[in-house]
Nanobody, 115 residues
Framework: QVQLVESGGGLVQAGGSLRLSCAAS????????MGWYRQPPGKQRELVAA???????NYADSVKGRFTISRDNAKRTVWLQMNSLKPEDTAVYYC?????????WGQGTQVTVSS
């Protein structure tokens, strides 16, 4: 059974940085894509950044230039480096991984940015 475990969330002041990690277990296959989504309070879940097995990256416009996604295929781990954080980045951040037609989600980690 595939499990994704996120870590690295927390409370930070505006302008600060956080680094989220997501480690997968329960499979020996390499995920086609891994990524990060977030759900702000009272809003729908949205894509933050995603990276394919081959390294193709997609960012939401709102985080371009501030966030960096990276992954280690062998370790089945994806990271999200978040710099210059803003209060509007406050959300629960979820890790997602795609393996062929299946998709898996982590339990989420809270990121709160104070002004």
């Amino acid at each position: 059974q595939v499990q994704l475990v996120e870590s690295g969330g927390g409370l930070v002041q505006a302008g600060g940085s956080l680094r989220l990690s997501c480690a997968a277990s329960g499979t020996t296959f390499t995920f086609n894509a891994m990524g990060w989504y977030r759900q702000p309070p009272g809003k729908q879940r949205e894509l933050v950044a995603a990276i394919t097995f081959g390294g193709v990256i997609n960012y939401a416009d709102s985080v371009k230039g501030r966030f960096t996604i990276s992954r280690d295929n062998a370790k089945r781990t994806v990271w999200l480096q978040m710099n210059s954080l803003k209060p509007e980045d406050t959300a629960v951040y979820y890790c997602k991984a795609n393996l062929y037609r299946e998709e898996y989600w982590g339990q989420g980690t809270q990121v709160t940015v104070s002004s």
